[in-house]
């Protein structure tokens, strides 16, 4: 069964491992990933951003079904992999050494 | 003796620097032993941490009666409860059960902090019940204790103010002054619509840094075209590096200060300045391009102090270890550095917005919020480098320059304050 609406066909090969309800979730799949996987990823999504967001624009924020708020999620992902893909070209941030800096609350959707 | 030279555009006071505009606090070299001494952080402990009024969390955060949450104090080896009453004041109490001690308010671990809502607390040792204001309600097989009066066993409370829906609490027996009164003039001029500005995201870290140490990355301009300088167009430009960034205005007031800076919010600047994902959501570093409706007329009272014509951003320093930074685009954040050991801290930062009304701004959030962790997460990673290199004690003096002032007086108030409380301490 589509996960996303059918005018966004192209993008399901995504939705699975990408639409990721948190933070903390987006991030460890960011730190699991290799860049050829986030630059797929980046690739597919990124042209059509604009397209989502008009989609999304049509449904109040707390009101979105549930398709459009993966589509939502997947937003939020291609955010989590643009600094390796646009900057570092590796998944985790350069000189960082064991440090952690953990997100503990955040809004929904 | 070489006076500090600014680009024109970045006019020092007449004193020729802000460092010397503020002459109690020199121009000479400073130690970091007050960072790297475990006799040091002891002293901090008694003569900062349980005399200074200390933020503790927001208002919003306990929106209905009986609403509470726990927090932490390991600097002061304590637990707080906060909690809104059924009178809806907002009280803080030590964490402790009167019966034998055990921590009264925990979910799953005791050493986490936890927040929900009751009628009253329960302990989960013998069941002793507390009301919201701290009495003790009910005491099980309250005959098999000798001569128990309940008044005398209310949770121990603790000096509780809110300021601009800011709650601080404040340890020590009698406060020297009220919250009012050390917060002082610039920092209470501040009225700003906190109550529109709730959408938060909240990030933390344990980081092995001395709490000093950490926080001086966050109180000076200097380093972002260094440290940062790869992560976007702006930052790695080599005319940047080359100039550096100024800080436009100082302000001191008692232990308080203030560094404001010009705008950077990236719809001003030409694409090839741009990672690709800001133009395409219209945020970065800076916060979202598009300004909020922080709903009120005119700009809030306080900011821009200095009363600069570019004004982008006050990053306000509370003493001790607390910072509000607001946004020209109508968004604010928090910083908190809660000591954990001479060498080690909890570093949180909080990001406040005006709930997003639609998809776009959301994401404008998301990416403001990811960007700023990412370049916080590169501090933490330098600033346990600073400790390795500070406790090797080979080099035990270090010049600031005159962008670095803001580091220069907290140095300076962390001394001034643990010298006060040994003087009172030897003479009493």
Known sequence: ?109 | MMKPVAPKQYPKPPEGSWTEHYPELGTAPVSYESSISPEFYELEREAIFKRAWLNVGRVEQLRRKGSFFSKELAVAKTSLIVVRGMDDQIRAFHNVCRHRGNRLVWTDDPRLESKGSCRQFACKYHGWKYDLDGKLSSILQEGEFFGIDKANYGLVQVHCEVWQGFIFINLAKEPEQSLREFLGPMITAIDYPFHNVTERFYYRGDIRSNWKVFLDAFQEFYHPPILHGRQNPVMSNEAYQRMGFYTMHFQIDGPHRVGCTSGGAGGLLPPEALNPIEGLFRSGLFGPWDHADLGIEGFPPGLNPGHKKHWGLDSFQIFPNFAIVFWETGWYLTYHYWPLAHNRLLFEATLYFVPARNVRERLAHELAATTIKEYALQDCGTLEATQMGLESRVVTSFPLGDQELMCRHLNKVVNDWVDDYRRKHTEA
Do not use: N
Request: glycine residues 2%; proline residues 11%.
């Open chain 1, 1 to 109: 069964m589509a996960l996303l609406p059918p005018e966004f066909s192209t993008l399901e090969p995504f939705a699975e491992e990408w639409c990721l309800a948190s933070e903390p979730e987006r991030y460890a799949k960011r730190l699991a990933s290799s860049m050829d996987e986030m630059q797929a990823f980046y690739d597919a999504l990124f042209p059509r951003a604009q397209e989502v967001i008009a989609y999304l624009e049509k449904f109040p924020l707390h009101e979105l079904p549930e398709d459009a708020q993966r589509l939502l999620h997947l937003l939020y992902s291609l955010i989590m992999v643009s600094f390796p893909v646009e900057i570092w070209r590796q998944p985790y941030l350069p000189d960082t050494g064991t440090s952690s800096f953990e997100l503990g609350e955040e809004p929904v959707p």
